[in-house]
C-alpha cells in the first residue's frame, strides 16, 4: 500500500533556488535531536565561511531529551547587520526534525508563506497532518530519521544536508568544513560517515504537494485555552493528569517494545521499570488476583527499553517502530484531544488511571458566568474602557450587551 | 586601536573570552539557568589549563555571594554570575558589598523571578537589583556583554568609585544568542586598560590589622550611605572617560545613554536590553513616524541629566518594560523616566506605560510596530491612551466548555489488602517489618503520576517514585521541589500529577511542607477537618536540593515532623545541564568539572547526605535504588507507618540520568546495582538508630571494585585511564572506608 503510494505521489526531483540577499531559517525539533547544534553549523558557514552577516539562538525549555526545541538562523549575503533578537517568522526555509510536530505543535507551519521552503523528516505523506488553509508548493519530504539510523550518522547532519539543497548561497564544502569542525572529536572514519550521508541526501529527497498529505482535524489548543480572564489565580492548574493528552511518541528514535503475548506471564516486572507508565492491564475488580497484561500505550512511550532489559521471559522485545501493527498501537487512552472531552472516556485498565470512575462534567467558567458573578473583575469589566485593548471584538460585544442590560 | 580578532560567540560565551583576559582571581557561583554556562565555559577553560581563576562551586547562590564578598575583601579579582532567583536568594549579601565598597562584577543573566516558575527572561531580577547599591550595566548584545565585563572592572575598581558592578544581558534573548563579535587578540591590551586593582585596605595584611563590617547605628549609618551616593556621582562620569578610552582601543562606544534615530522627532520609546535591538529595525523602517529609540546603557547610577537632555523636546514618550511593579501603575523605568521629566518640569510631555515580553515572551518586529503606532497616537495630547496597561497578555478561549481530565482518586481505591507493616522482633532489636505483595499484584495501585509527563527517554526517576508509591497507602499531598521531577510534570497548562502537588523553591520545601502538615493536624483538633481524614505528607527532591536546602531540611527533621523527605539521586543538576552537586561522585565529569590537561574531574568526595540527617535522630531512614525488587515498595509501607506514628523520614534512591552520566538507558537498573555491588551506594536502613544493611554485596559474594561500576558510565569510567590512576584509589579507598564504618555501625547498636 505504501509502496503505491510512493509510485503515485514521489517523484524525484531537480531543485531550483535563486540566490537570495538575505536568508531565515527555523528549525522545529525535539530535544535531542540537534537542531541547535544544525543551527550553530550553518549559521557558522554562513559567517565564518562565506562571511556574511548572521545571527543564531534557539528556543528551548529545560535541559531536556524531547521538549521542543526551536534554532533560529538569519543571513545577509550583502553583509546588513542583522540585530533582532527575535523568533524567525515567515522563514525562508522551514525545516521540521519530526513529522510528529506537525501534530502536536500545529502552530509551527502557520507562518509559511509562497517563498517558504518547507522540509519535512517524513518517510510518506501519510504521515503527515497538514492544516487544509495552508498551500505550499515548495514542500520536500526525506526519510531522514531511517538514512541517519542506516548509515550511522546524527540525524542532524542528514538534515542539514537537505537544507543545504535550498540554499544556494552556502557552499556544500563550506558547510561541511563547518560540520566538521563541530564534530572536531569524531574520528576519521566517522567523519567521512557525516560526509557521505550529507552528500547522500539529494538520492532520497521527494516533492510533495499539499493534497497528498493527512488531514489535520481542528484541535482544542489546551496551550491557548488559559489567558488572564479565565485562568485561575495563582498559577494553579485545577485538571489534574491532563498530561494524558500529550503525545510523546516523537521521543523514540525509530525502535519501540513490541509485547509477545503468548509468551508474557504477567508478572509484572515492566511496570514496576516503565517510566513512563505505558503498560495497559486488564484489572477484573472481582477478581483482583490476576491482572492480565494487554498492551502497551505507544501514544507515551519514549522507546528506553528498560523495559525489554527486566522483562525475565523476552515477552518484550525492540523492534523497528514499523513492526507495530495498528492493532498493537489500539491500547490508547486519549487518541487524541477530542476522544477525551466528546466521549468521557478512557480505559479503565490503562495502568496510569485504572480504577477511573465516570467522567467528572465539571466544566470551566465561560465569559458569561464571569460577567454573571458579582465580582472586582467583572466591575472592571464593565466599567473600564481600558481593559478592551485586551479583549477580542466577540467578547467586547458581550460585555458591551451586558452592561445595556 | 589593538588588534581585534572576529569570533561568532553567544553572550554568556562571550562573559567567558573577556575573563580569560581580565584573568579574575576567583569566581564563586551556583548553577541557574540561563547564566550557568558562564561558569561552565570558564570551568572548562580551567580545566585545560587556560586561566587560574579559582573556581568556588557554592552550596547556593547565598554561598556563592559570600564566597565573592571574602575574596573580594582581600583584594581579589572576582567574578560571579545569576539569574533570578539566584539573584533574590543572594539578595540580602548584595548591599553588604556594595556598604563594604568591594568591586567585583557579576553577570546578572535575566529571568523571571518565581513564581509561577519560569526560566526565561525578563527584568523582574533586574528590578530588584536597582535598590543595592551596585553600578548597573546594561549588555544589549554579545558583543557588549564581553565589552561591558571589562569596563565593569576598570570602572568599579576606580579609586573614587570602588563600587561591585552588574553587568546585565537578556537570558536566552542574549546568553544564547550567537552573534559576530570582536574580542581583544592580546591579553596585555586588556590588562593595559584595566591595570592593577589598589586597594586602599585589604583583609590580607596582618601587618596592617583592620576591621571590615562594624556594627554600626545611628548617627554614622547616613554618613556611609551618602558616601555611597557619591560614589555613585563620580562613577557617572568615570564611565563616560573610560568607555572613550575603550572606544579609542576598539572603536565601539558606549554613551550612557544611546539615542537612536532621536534626531528632530517628536516621540521616543524608551526600552531596555535586547528588545532595543529588535526595536532599531522597526524605528529604520518608519522613520516617517518621527518615532525614536532611547536605550540607557547604564541604570545605576541612573543617568538623569542624559536623559532630560534627550526627552526634552518631546512630545511625547512610551516606557516599554519586561517587569511590573504590581500595584504600582509602571515598571521601575517608568517611574524613573517620569521622575525625569518632572524634574525637567516637562509636564505637558504624554508618558505612556507598557509592561511587554514577561517570562520570556518573544518581543516581536510586530510588538515593536505596536510600540512606534503608540508613540505616534501619544504625540496627540488629546488622546485618550491609558497611560499604563500590558502588550500581549491574552485573555484565554473564555467561551470554550472544557472538561476535566480524570476525576480524584477515593480513598477506597487507594487502600489496598496487599500492604501491611508490623513490629517484629529479632534478637534484642525490635524492627519494622513489611509485606508488600508481588510486582504483578502491585499493578492494581493506581497511578498518582500519570502517563504524558516529559523527562527523558529511561530516566529512573518516575519508575522510582512510582515504586515508592506503590507501597503508600491512602491520600497523599507532595510537595517537590525544583528539579527534574517538578519541571517535566508541571509544564503549564499540563499537570501529570494526579493528586494535589505543591511546590516550593529547592531551598526551602522542608519547612513549607512541615507547615501544610501542621496546619492539617491543627485543623483536625479543631474540627475543621473531619477526624477520619488521614494524608500522608511526602517531599520530594533531587540531590541538587539536598544542597542548597540541606539547612531547612536539617531544621525540619530537627523538628521532627511526622513526614516523609524522599531524595531522588542523579547525582547532579541534571535540570540545568548536568552541573556537579556535592552528591556527584569523585572523579565524575560533569558541565562544571570538565576533564582536561589540568583536571580528572570532580575533585572531592560524594557527600554522605543519610548520615548527615542521620544525627537529626529521627526515627527512620533508608536507602534503596531503582530496580525490579520490591525493596524500595516495602521501605515505603515502613515510611509511612514511621511518618503516621513517630516522626520524620529521610530516604534516599539512587537513580539512573542516562543523559548526562553518559550510560545506556535501558540500562538503568544495572547501573545502579553495581553502584550498590560496589558498596559506593550501600542499601540500607536506619530505625531508631540501629543501622541495618538489607544488601551485602561481600556476603553474597557478589562484591565488585568500583572498576565495574563506572566503567558503565561515559562521565565517570575516564578514571580507567593509567593518567587517573591515583584518583581512582583514592575513590575506591573513600569508598571501602564508608563501607567498613557502616558495616560496624550495623554491628554495634551503638554506632
Redesign the interface.
Known amino acids: 500500500m505504501f509502496q503505491k503510494i510512493k509510485e503515485l505521489f514521489f517523484k524525484p526531483i531537480q531543485i531550483d533556488v535563486e540566490k537570495r540577499e538575505f536568508v531565515s531559517v527555523r528549525m522545529e525539533a525535539i530535544g535531542?535531536q540537534g537542531a541547535h547544534s544544525a543551527g550553530?553549523i550553518l549559521?557558522?558557514a554562513a559567517?565564518?565561511g562565506h562571511q556574511y552577516?548572521?545571527?543564531?539562538?534557539?528556543?528551548f525549555?529545560?535541559?531536556?531529551?524531547?521538549?521542543h526545541v526551536r534554532s533560529f538562523v538569519r543571513f545577509s549575503v550583502q553583509q546588513k547587520p542583522?540585530?533582532?533578537?527575535?523568533?524567525v517568522?515567515n522563514p525562508d526555509v522551514l525545516v521540521v526534525f519530526h513529522a510528529k510536530l506537525l501534530e502536536t505543535h500545529p502552530e509551527i507551519i502557520s507562518d509559511v508563506t509562497d517563498k517558504t521552503w518547507v522540509l519535512i523528516n517524513a518517510s510518506n505523506p501519510s504521515e503527515i497532518q497538514w492544516p487544509e488553509n495552508i498551500s505550499t508548493e515548495k514542500l520536500i519530504l526525506l526519510p531522514a530519521t531511517e538514512m541517519a539510523r542506516v548509515q550511522q550518522v546524527g540525524l542532524n547532519i542528514v538534515m542539514l544536508g537537505l537544507v543545504q539543497l535550498v540554499l544556494p548561497e552556502i557552499q556544500s564544502e563550506i558547510l561541511i568544513k563547518s560540520l566538521n569542525q563541530f564534530f572536531v572529536k569524531n574520528s576519521p572514519e566517522q567523519s567521512v560517515k557525516n560526509k557521505t550521508a550529507f552528500l547522500k541526501v539529494n538520492n532520497k529527497i521527494q516533492q510533495v504537494t499539499p493534497e497528498k498529505l493527512g488531514r489535520q482535524s481542528d484541535s482544542?489548543e489546551?496551550?491557548?485555552?488559559?489567558?488572564?480572564?479565565?485562568?485561575p489565580i495563582g498559577?494553579v492548574?485545577?485538571?489534574?493528569?491532563?498530561?494524558?493528552?500529550?503525545d510523546?511518541s516523537a521521543?523514540?528514535k525509530g525502535v519501540a517494545p513490541k509485547l509477545i503475548s503468548e509468551i508474557c506471564f504477567?508478572?509484572?516486572?515492566c511496570?514496576?521499570?516503565?517510566?513512563?507508565?505505558?503498560?495497559v492491564?486488564q484489572?477484573d475488580p472481582k477478581n483482583?488476583?490476576k491482572?492480565i497484561l494487554q498492551g502497551i500505550?505507544y501514544?507515551?512511550c519514549?522507546?528506553?527499553?528498560?523495559c525489554?532489559?527486566?522483562c525475565p521471559v523476552n515477552a518484550l522485545v525492540p523492534v523497528p517502530e514499523a513492526e507495530i501493527s495498528e492493532e498493537e498501537r489500539k491500547f490508547k487512552?486519549a487518541k487524541n484531544k477530542h476522544a477525551?472531552?466528546d466521549s468521557?472516556i478512557?480505559s479503565e485498565n490503562?495502568?496510569?488511571?485504572?480504577?477511573?470512575?465516570?467522567?467528572?462534567?465539571?466544566?470551566?467558567?465561560?465569559?458569561?458566568e464571569?460577567l454573571n458573578t458579582k465580582s472586582h473583575v467583572s466591575d472592571i469589566l464593565l466599567k473600564s474602557?481600558?481593559w478592551k485593548?485586551?479583549?477580542?471584538p466577540?467578547?467586547i460585544q458581550q460585555i458591551e450587551e451586558r452592561k445595556k442590560k | 586601536m589593538k588588534d581585534q580578532i572576529q569570533k561568532f560567540l553567544t553572550g554568556n560565551e562571550l562573559v567567558a573570552e573577556a575573563a580569560k583576559v581580565i584573568d579574575f582571581h576567583f569566581m564563586g557561583y551556583y548553577p541557574i539557568t540561563p547564566s550557568t554556562e558562564i561558569a561552565q565555559r570558564i570551568e572548562q577553560m580551567k580545566a585545560q589549563g587556560e586561566i587560574r581563576t579559582v573556581l568556588l562551586p557554592a552550596d547556593g547562590e547565598h554561598g556563592a555571594a559570600g564566597a565573592c564578598f571574602g575574596a573580594s575583601s582581600g583584594g581579589a579579582r572576582v567574578l560571579n554570575a545569576t539569574s533570578a532567583n539566584g539573584l533574590l536568594y543572594s539578595l540580602e549579601q548584595l548591599p553588604v558589598q556594595a556598604g563594604s565598597r568591594l568591586p567585583m562584577v557579576l553577570n546578572l543573566v535575566t529571568r523571571s523571578v518565581s513564581g509561577p516558575l519560569d526560566i526565561r527572561c525578563d527584568h523582574s531580577d533586574l528590578s530588584y537589583a536597582l535598590q543595592t547599591g551596585w553600578i548597573v550595566l546594561l549588555a544589549s548584545t554579545p558583543q557588549a556583554v564581553y565589552d561591558m565585563n571589562i569596563l565593569a572592572v576598570k570602572l568599579g575598581e576606580h579609586p573614587d568609585v570602588r563600587l561591585p558592578v552588574m553587568v546585565v544581558s537578556d537570558g536566552f534573548f542574549t546568553s544564547h544568542h550567537r552573534q559576530s563579535a570582536e574580542v581583544f587578540k592580546n591579553k596585555e591590551d586588556v590588562q593595559n586598560f584595566i591595570g592593577k586593582r589598589l586597594d586602599p585596605w585589604t583583609t590580607l595584611d596582618p601587618r596592617h590589622p583592620m576591621t571590615l563590617g562594624p556594627y554600626m547605628n545611628d548617627p554614622d549609618l547616613i554618613n556611609n550611605k551618602l558616601q555611597l551616593h557619591l560614589a555613585h556621582e563620580v562613577a557617572l562620569k568615570v564611565f563616560q572617560e573610560i568607555s572613550e578610552e575603550y572606544f579609542s582601543l576598539t572603536g565601539r562606544k558606549y554613551p550612557l545613554v544611546e539615542s537612536y534615530g532621536c534626531e528632530a522627532v517628536e516621540s521616543a520609546v524608551v526600552i531596555l536590553n535586547s528588545a532595543a535591538e529588535t526595536m532599531k529595525d522597526i524605528i529604520d523602517e518608519r522613520k516617517s513616524c518621527q518615532v525614536g529609540l532611547i536605550k540607557p546603557n547604564i541604570l545605576r547610577p541612573f543617568p538623569f541629566e542624559e536623559l532630560k537632555k534627550i526627552s526634552h523636546p518631546l512630545k511625547s514618550i512610551v516606557v516599554a518594560e519586561r517587569a511590573d511593579m504590581a500595584g504600582s501603575q509602571g515598571g521601575p523605568l517608568s517611574h524613573e523616566i517620569r521622575s525625569v521629566l518632572m524634574a525637567d518640569h516637562h509636564t505637558e510631555i504624554n508618558a505612556v506605560s507598557r509592561v511587554f515580553g514577561l517570562g520570556g515572551k518573544d518581543f516581536t518586529h510586530e510588538d515593536a510596530e505596536a510600540l512606534v503606532d503608540l508613540a505616534v497616537q501619544s504625540m496627540d495630547s488629546k488622546s485618550q491612551i491609558p497611560f499604563f496597561g500590558f502588550l500581549g497578555a491574552t485573555t484565554g478561549k473564555i467561551n470554550q466548555n472544557i472538561p476535566d481530565v480524570l476525576p480524584a482518586l477515593t480513598k477506597e481505591k487507594m487502600t489496598s489488602n496487599f500492604v501491611q507493616v508490623q513490629k517484629s522482633t529479632e534478637g534484642s532489636k525490635t524492627l519494622m517489618k513489611a509485606e508488600v505483595g508481588q510486582p504483578w499484584q502491585l499493578v492494581q495501585r493506581p497511578k498518582r503520576i500519570v502517563a504524558g509527563h516529559g523527562a527523558c527517554p529511561g530516566c529512573g526517576i518516575f519508575s522510582a517514585l512510582d515504586q515508592f508509591f506503590k507501597g503508600i497507602e491512602g491520600d497523599v499531598v507532595v510537595l517537590y521541589h525544583t528539579g527534574c521531577a517538578m519541571v517535566v510534570t508541571t509544564e503549564y497548562p499540563f499537570s501529570a500529577h494526579r493528586i494535589t502537588y505543591l511546590h516550593n523553591l529547592f531551598q526551602n520545601g522542608a519547612p513549607t511542607l512541615s507547615g501544610l502538615l501542621e496546619t492539617f493536624l491543627e485543623k483536625k483538633r479543631r474540627g475543621e477537618i473531619s477526624v477520619s481524614e488521614d494524608i500522608t505528607f511526602i517531599m520530594i527532591t533531587g540531590d541538587g536540593g539536598m544542597d542548597i536546602g540541606m539547612g531547612p531540611t536539617i531544621g525540619t527533621a530537627l523538628r521532627n515532623h511526622k513526614m516523609i523527605i524522599l531524595e531522588y539521586d542523579n547525582q547532579g543538576y541534571m535540570n540545568t545541564g548536568g552541573q556537579l552537586s556535592y552528591t556527584t561522585p569523585y572523579g565524575k565529569e560533569t558541565s562544571t568539572s570538565h576533564v582536561g590537561r589540568n583536571s580528572f574531574g570532580k575533585s572531592f568526595h560524594h557527600k554522605d547526605t543519610v548520615q548527615i540527617m542521620a544525627q537529626t535522630g529521627i526515627p527512620y531512614l533508608f536507602t534503596a535504588i531503582e530496580g525490579f525488587g520490591t525493596d524500595l515498595v516495602e521501605k515505603a509501607a515502613k515510611a509511612q507507618w514511621y511518618a503516621k506514628n513517630e516522626g520524620l523520614v529521610f530516604g534516599k534512591i539512587l537513580i539512573a540520568c542516562p543523559l548526562n552520566w553518559g550510560s545506556e538507558e535501558r540500562l538503568g537498573m544495572q547501573v545502579v546495582q553495581k553502584a550498590a555491588d560496589c558498596c559506593f551506594f550501600p542499601i540500607y536502613e536506619i530505625e531508631h538508630g540501629l543501622t541495618t544493611i538489607n544488601y551485602n554485596p561481600e556476603s553474597q559474594n557478589k562484591k565488585v571494585l568500583v572498576n565495574e561500576w563506572i566503567q558503565m558510565i561515559g562521565k565517570q569510567k575516564h578514571l580507567l585511564k593509567p593518567e587517573n590512576e591515583t584518583a581512582l584509589a583514592e575513590f575506591q579507598k573513600e569508598i571501602d572506608r564508608r563501607w567498613n564504618r557502616l558495616k560496624a555501625m550495623a554491628e554495634h547498636p551503638l554506632l
Open positions: 535531542g550553530k549559521a557558522e559567517v565564518l552577516s548572521g545571527q543564531h539562538f534557539s528556543s525549555g529545560s535541559e531536556k531529551r524531547g521538549s542583522l540585530r533582532a533578537a527575535t523568533a517568522k482544542v489546551e496551550s491557548s485555552r488559559w489567558g488572564w480572564l479565565n485562568a498559577g492548574i485545577l485538571n489534574p493528569g491532563n498530561t494524558l493528552y500529550k510523546l521521543s523514540r504477567h508478572c509484572g516486572f511496570d514496576m521499570v516503565c517510566p513512563d507508565f505505558c503498560f492491564w484489572i483482583v488476583e491482572p500505550d501514544q507515551y519514549k522507546g528506553c527499553q528498560k525489554v532489559t527486566v487512552i477525551l472531552s468521557g478512557y490503562h495502568s496510569s488511571i485504572h480504577y477511573a470512575e465516570d467522567h467528572d462534567e465539571s466544566m470551566r467558567t465561560p465569559l458569561d464571569l474602557e481600558d485593548n485586551y479583549l477580542t466577540e467578547m
